[in-house]
């Protein structure tokens, strides 16, 4: 059984976020970014069902910036088996994601998707 775990880069939960000057934002500039920690704990459930034997292989997909290359890694590092990233430099709106996420998955065609 094939599993798709989507991962997710954001603002470490031990960082406290800044807004920017202008109110248009949260500042991003020198802050510590990470693997989403509830997307963390879809990985680790996907890495038990493979231990138990019920997964054969893990994918985890990430949608938007290149540096998302570095959420992949740690997902890889955990025990996944393979990673992909959909590159966007524009900020990628929430339906946009969602139907990337479906088109993933067709061509996948994972039995299960841990979110």
């Not at 138990?52 to 959420?71: C, D, R």
Request: glycine share 4%; proline share 3%.
């Amino acid at each position: 059984m094939k599993v798709l775990v989507p991962v997710k880069r954001v603002i470490d939960y031990n960082v406290k976020a800044r807004v920017k000057a202008d109110q248009s934002g949260v500042d991003l500039a020198n802050v510590k970014m990470s693997m989403n920690p509830f997307d963390e704990i879809a990985v680790e459930e996907a890495i038990r069902l493979k231990e138990k034997g019920a997964a054969t292989e893990i994918v985890v997909v990430s949608i938007g910036e290149a540096k998302s290359q570095e959420t992949l890694r740690t997902a890889l590092a955990m025990g996944a088996d393979r990673a992909i990233l959909v590159t966007s430099e524009q900020k990628v709106e929430p339906l946009s994601v969602a139907k990337i996420l479906a088109k993933i998955v067709e061509e996948e065609q994972p039995a299960l998707v841990i979110l």
